[in-house]
């Protein structure tokens, strides 16, 4: 455990020059305010850390730790642990340069490599020396006299909780308020921007009217260098002209339009000709001649004209008049080409149908060919059938004639067989030798009926036969004689169509060479042409009309007596003022710009794609930190309650160990559910559980002190002193009396520093225990004795 | 054994959160408000967020 021997100050803060201070096992610092206790205190953590608490919180930068006289200072501090002894020592200029050097065991180390054997040998960092090493009013108030709540910080800051409130304090909550403030700020400009709406859309974007402000300061500055050089050249011509100011006074009027007239001259350049006129025109005539039903028979007299502007319209119209006809050819061309298409289509459609017909006949042919043969025996098929019907009924008369003969002759055969002289049916007297006779022509006769009935059937089959096989035809008949029909129809229709496909093909042809003629014109000449060939006519007119005027100027101003050197300077000068005065003019308009793009960049500041992301990223962060405070809510209870269980015992025993009155047996801490806050409870000997507010200013003393080395011994630092800086300041005797019994105990713990401005503090603490007295004073600077 | 930044892990569990808490208060720990505040403006930088001045 390293033990503080000695410390070297040079040009410290207070302290000029340089001082050495040998430090005993108690050590007390008296002096008044501001004479440099603190100082020397600081001193040493300086040399521990390179900064303390003050620089760390950037309340004061590290070369403010240097003397307000001097350029550099030095601490050199000599520490011991039994035999072992650690040297510190740090330079520092007011560039900022640090030199340290730590020595230990007679090595030496520099810069990171000593810190780091710094801080492992002595365990401890910066927080929990300022927490734990160097105790100060303000850890020991707090915990004495404050509230519940400014007792729970004042433990907070000895647990090194403290951090939370700070960072939410300090940190989050500032922030927090600048993020709502930053968005209020972007909704602004959210709602500048509708307002500049109009002017930003002249520069297409806020990116483009930012670029556009860009390039205005150059362009101002520019134009400024142009001003100031036109401003001098003026000054140079005005003293030229000067001296023939009369002159040029009385001849003003001649002199402005000789300007005038010379600088149209200059403008004008080459001389024109109206070759390009004639030709244009000549181009466009022609057309009207060749197209005279399509235009109005005034244009050719008009483009004759000798009147520049009735030529020049003239043209315009028969331009204007060409393209139209161009324009209504091609509809007609397009109609025409439908219409070619239409017949087209229709005569492949006629010469389909016919070529389908046509394979119909084909097939029919052969029947119809066969009903036209039948034809020649019977007209038709009724024809047939009525003579099938006369030749039936024919055979049925025959059959019933050769019925009879077959009877008679039968009857006779009997009568001639049975050799009877009477009829048997009428009893009349029959004649044998008639009867053969009748029997003979009987049989003469049957035989030419019955050879009539053969016929005749055989007539009455092959008639029936000839019906029905026309019969069978006619459909077939009715079918070709239709197709023959609509093919003879569709043949006339299609010569129609070829008559019309030709007409069409003429018609086209002929629109094409229409089309072809104006096409060649208005590809030689477009009314731009026309335009320019009227204004350069134009222009060479004016132009001649100006030269003859330049010279009769010329010669006026030659009898004034106005040289052309006057002239020269006159015109400079006039030309000079009027640059000058557009110039100027530029200047001030660009600087009305500039404001005018000035407070829109001002008030809007960004694009509104830009401005709403930002806002959204604003509102996400803000939310993003109450959440992180919330919890960091939880993590300062969870916190507190962990660190109060670890620290109970220690607690406890330390306070009994520096609180030997008898009259506490021992001591607890806990949380309060509800606040949070933390409660202190001591036990009597009788088990009695007092709270803090019982307790005497003395007690609850102990209780912080011993709450602080509880801790102190927790962090396990190697270092074995303990500072307290103005620990008392504005406590009644009782607590100081409690103090210095408190510190005897200490003092046999800890190497202790002691530091107040009270006389009557330190002798009480000087008469209780052996210690050295260190007096501070500061006249011009401070001096320990 | 430092149990704030236990605790901070506990509560904010393994997180890009808690990684910026414990940033948070070890900067808060060496050089005070100004250093904490210093690592809360990097991280609104990340979202294009200027709290500088």
Do not use: F, M, W
């Given at each position: 455990m390293w033990k503080i021997d000695r410390i070297e100050l040079e040009n410290f803060r207070s302290y000029r020059g340089r001082h050495e201070v040998v430090f005993d096992r108690v050590n007390l610092l008296w002096g008044r305010?501001?004479?440099g206790k603190t100082s020397l205190l600081y001193a040493i953590e300086y040399a521990l850390f390179g900064k303390q608490l003050e620089v760390r919180e950037k309340v004061?930068?590290?070369?403010?730790?240097?003397?307000?006289?001097?350029?550099e200072m030095r601490v050199a501090l000599q520490l011991s642990s039994g035999s072992d002894v650690l040297k510190i020592e740090r330079q520092l200029n007011k560039r900022g340069t640090e030199r340290l050097v730590v020595t230990v065991g007679g090595v030496e180390y520099k810069k990171r490599e000593a810190e780091e054997t710094l801080l492992q040998l002595l365990e401890v960092d910066e927080d929990i020396y300022d927490r734990l090493?160097?105790?100060?009013h303000r850890t020991l108030e707090g915990f004495i006299y404050g509230t519940s709540h400014k007792r729970t910080l004042s433990v907070d800051r000895l647990f090194g909780i403290d951090v939370i409130d700070n960072v939410i304090s300090r940190v989050l909550t500032p922030v927090m308020k600048q993020l709502l403030s930053h968005a209020e700020d972007l909704r602004s400009r959210l709602a500048n921007y509708e307002k500049y709406r109009d002017i930003i859309r002249k520069y297409d974007s806020y990116e483009g009217l930012v670029s556009r402000l860009e390039s205005l300061s150059r362009e101002i500055s520019e134009l400024k260098e142009r001003e100031s050089q036109l401003s001098r050249d003026l000054e140079e011509l005005a003293k030229r002209r000067i001296s023939h100011i009369d002159k040029i006074r009385e001849y003003e009027a001649v002199l402005l339009e000789y300007y005038r007239v010379k600088i149209e001259l200059e403008l004008a350049g080459a001389d024109y000709v109206d070759s390009d006129l004639g030709k244009v025109k000549n181009s466009l005539k022609s057309v009207v001649e060749e197209f005279e039903h399509f235009f109005d028979p005034s244009l050719l007299e008009r483009l004759n004209s000798s009147d520049l502007d009735t030529v020049s319209i003239a043209m315009v119209e028969v331009y204007d008049a060409i393209e139209k006809l161009a324009g209504d050819l091609e509809l007609q061309e397009l109609e025409m080409e439908r219409m070619y298409k239409h017949y087209s289509d229709k005569l492949n459609k006629l010469d389909s149908e016919i070529a389908d017909l046509e394979n119909v006949l084909k097939k029919l042919e052969k029947s119809y060919s066969r009903f036209r043969e039948l034809q020649k025996l019977y007209p038709s098929a009724a024809a047939a059938r009525l003579r099938a019907s006369e030749l039936k009924k024919r055979l049925q008369e025959v059959e019933r004639e050769v019925a009879f003969s077959t009877s008679l002759k039968t009857v006779l055969t009997y009568l001639a067989e049975s050799g009877s002289d009477k009829c048997p049916i009428c009893g009349g007297s029959l004649d044998m030798e008639q009867l053969s006779h009748h029997l003979r022509e009987l049989g003469e006769k049957f035989g030419k009926v019955i050879a009539e009935v053969e016929t005749l059937r055989e007539e009455v089959r092959s008639v029936e036969n000839i019906a029905e096989e026309m019969e069978a035809l006619q459909n077939d008949v009715a079918a070709y004689l239709s197709a023959r029909g609509r093919v003879e129809q569709l043949k006339a229709e299609r010569g129609e169509v070829v008559k019309k496909i030709l007409q069409a093909e003429k018609a086209l042809r002929q629109l094409e060479r229409k089309k072809s003629r104006l096409r060649e014109i208005l590809e030689r000449v477009d009314k731009r042409q026309i335009s320019e060939a009227v204004s350069k006519y134009r222009r060479a007119l004016r132009l001649r009309e100006l030269q003859r005027r330049y010279r009769e100027l010329e010669i006026e101003l030659k009898k004034a007596g106005i040289s052309s050197d006057v002239v020269t300077v006159d015109m400079q000068w006039r030309s000079a003022l009027e640059n000058l005065e557009k110039v100027s003019k530029r200047i001030t308009d660009l600087y009305r710009e500039l404001a005018t793009l000035e407070n829109v960049v001002r008030e809007v500041g960004g694009s509104p794609e830009s401005l709403r992301k930002t806002l959204e990223n604003v509102m996400y962060t803000y939310e993003k930190f109450q959440l992180i405070k919330s919890k960091l809510e939880l993590v300062k209870v969870g916190a507190r309650s962990r660190l109060v269980r670890a620290t109970e015992r220690l607690f406890g025993e330390i306070f009994l160990d520096i609180y030997?009155?008898?009259?506490?047996?021992n001591v607890s801490v806990d949380l309060?559910?509800?606040?949070g806050h933390y409660q202190f409870y001591a036990i009597s000997p009788t088990g009695e559980k007092f709270g803090i507010s019982k307790l005497s200013d003395g007690q609850r003393l102990s209780l912080a002190v011993a709450l602080a080395l509880a801790l102190r011994m927790m962090a396990a630092t190697k270092l074995a002193f303990l500072i307290f800086d103005e620990?008392?300041?504005?406590?009644d005797r009782e607590v100081k009396s409690a103090f210095v019994n408190m510190v005897k105990n200490l003092a046999e713990r800890y190497q202790l520093f002691l530091a107040s401005q009270s006389r009557e503090f330190i002798d009480m603490l000087r008469e209780s225990l052996p210690a050295k007295l260190f007096t501070i004073s500061k006249r011009e600077s401070s001096e320990i004795s | 054994m430092d149990i704030i930044i236990e605790e901070v892990r506990k509560v904010f569990g393994q997180s890009d959160l808690q990684k910026f808490v414990e940033k948070l208060i070890t900067a808060y720990r060496q050089g005070g408000a100004t250093a904490a505040r210093a690592v809360v403006v990097e991280y609104l930088r990340e979202f294009g967020i200027n709290v500088e001045n």
């Open positions: 305010v501001g004479a004061a930068k590290v070369v403010d730790l240097i003397n307000s006289e001097a350029h090493v160097y105790i100060s030997r009155y008898g009259d506490i047996t309060e559910q509800k606040s620990p008392l300041p504005y406590v | -």
